[in-house]
């Protein structure tokens, strides 16, 4: 199996707006970014639905998609690939996801410390004015990076 590099695996991920792992799984693809954010899409699938009388997409996706995000955004912010790890991540629900619509999700790097790098993200379904939810996340960043 041929290896990428950490610059191609990014890029990989732009282009073809496509994850591995469980990300994968779950249908997650890359949406926008700018200079200060990135947004990822996770389409509504039957298959992740929590309560089937109301079609509302379970919490665990979204809270995937936000952590994967709000990494993503440390890169963005880095302008470069590093390895990091998720050390805390909180999520507040606002209100259930809309069945049938794509949740997207914005994860922003708000600072890098010397080993730590903050977040926060916001998950909504078409109007980032009427969130979903609000998440605040942590990640252990290398010391130089």
Known sequence: MESLDHAAMVRKIIE????????GRLGV????????WVELALPYAADLVGDERSGVLAS???IAMMDIATSMAVWNRLRTFAPHATLDLRIDYLRPATPGRTVIGRGECLRIA???AFTRGIAHDGDIDDPIAHVAASFMVPEGT
Do not use: C
């Open 16 to 23: 073809t707006r496509n994850f591995g792992g469980h990300g």
């Open 29 to 36: 693809t890359f949406h926008a970014r700018s200079a200060d």
């Open 60 to 62: 665990g996706p979204i």
């Open 114 to 116: 010397r080993s730590i």
